[in-house]
Structure formats: C-alpha cells, structure tokens
C-alpha cells in the first residue's frame, strides 16, 4: 500500500521512471509474498504494462502482457473471458510494437476523439459527437483495418450515436456492418 502511494505521488509529481520503479518493487513484493500466479501480482503486472505502454517501452510492456497472460490461465482456465482479454491486450501490444509513431499519433487521436464524443453524448449532446466518432471510425480503419475490433467496436458505437439521435436510417447500416464485422 506504501508503495503504491508513493506511486500515485510520483505520478502527480510527472515522474514516471518513479513510478516504474515503485510499481515494480510492488510486483516483486507480491511475487514473493503471493507467487507468480496470484491476482494481485497479476494487477502490479497489469499497472506495469499500463506505464511502459504509455512511455512506449514495447519490450518491457509485452514481457509483462505474457505474464499476465500465463497467469489468467492459470487462474482463470484457458476458456476465460480474461485470458481471450488478456490474448488480445498482449497481440495488441506487439502490433503497437511495430506501428510507426503516425500510426501510433493516429491511433491516440482517434481514442481522443472517441472519448470526447462518448463525453459529448453523455452530456445529452449526441449530434456533437456523431462528427467526432465518424472521424475516429475513418482513422480506426486507415490504421487498424476494416476488420479489426477496435474498428468494429468504433462502428457500433457510431451507429448507437445516430440511434440515439434520432437517425434511424443512418443507424442501421452501421449497426449491419459492425455485426457482420463481429461475427
């Protein structure tokens, strides 16, 4: 608990290699107390990853996705839900790997537009955020491609927007293409 407090301090502060190092004291705390394979060294892991994403330190991301990997599956059967999850968060994070930082700015813009287009259609502003998620769709399928899931994802949430705003004709297509995407 110590430890994570001085990382969320580290974090206000913007110091990162700080949080990293505290995070990863954590992990280690946990992997002796709890083993390896134990949920809570698997959410050190998990907040681990989360930073290296962030500073775009693929190797030591995707070494900790694996880890998290093994221990769904372990912890969870081969089935789960969160090892499928866990799967896609670590393929994800070797095609990031190999993205080009455009890529990789495109891909950020579009997760900003998302958000704020979900925040606008929260605020009872849902043809404001129609524009906004019809720009992150396009950037979704120019980086990502037509079938991925994040683009998918980004479809149906765009045509829940239309639907929402009273769009039904819009919708609909939308909603095909994104099922015919998920299926």
Do not use: M
């Not at 998290?68 to 912890?75: S, T, Y």
């Not at 499928?84 to 891909?107: G, I, W, Y």
């Not at 979704?140 to 899931?149: A, D, I, K, S, T």
Request: aromatic share 6%; charged share 30%.
């Amino acid at each position: 608990n110590a430890l994570f407090q001085k990382a969320l301090a580290a974090r206000e502060a913007r110091k990162a290699d700080e949080v990293i190092a505290a995070l990863q004291e954590a992990f280690e705390i946990n992997v002796r107390v709890n083993g390896i394979w134990h949920r809570y060294t698997e959410g050190r892991a998990q907040d681990l990853i989360t930073w290296h994403r962030h500073r775009e330190e693929w190797e030591q991301a995707i070494r900790r996705a694996g880890q998290v990997l093994e221990a769904r599956r372990r912890l969870d059967g081969a089935g789960n839900w969160r090892v499928v999850d866990a799967r896609l968060d670590l393929e994800e994070l070797r095609c990031q790997q190999r993205r080009t930082p455009r890529q990789r700015a495109k891909l950020a813009e579009a997760r900003r537009l998302a958000h704020d287009a979900d925040a606008l259609h929260r605020k009872g502003e849902t043809g404001k955020a129609v524009p906004l998620e019809e720009k992150a769709v396009a950037l979704y399928q120019e980086v990502l491609g037509e079938r991925h899931p994040v683009h998918a994802d980004a479809l149906n949430s765009l045509a829940y927007f239309h639907h929402a705003a009273g769009d039904h004709g819009a919708a609909l297509p939308l909603y095909r293409r994104a099922l015919k995407l998920f299926g």
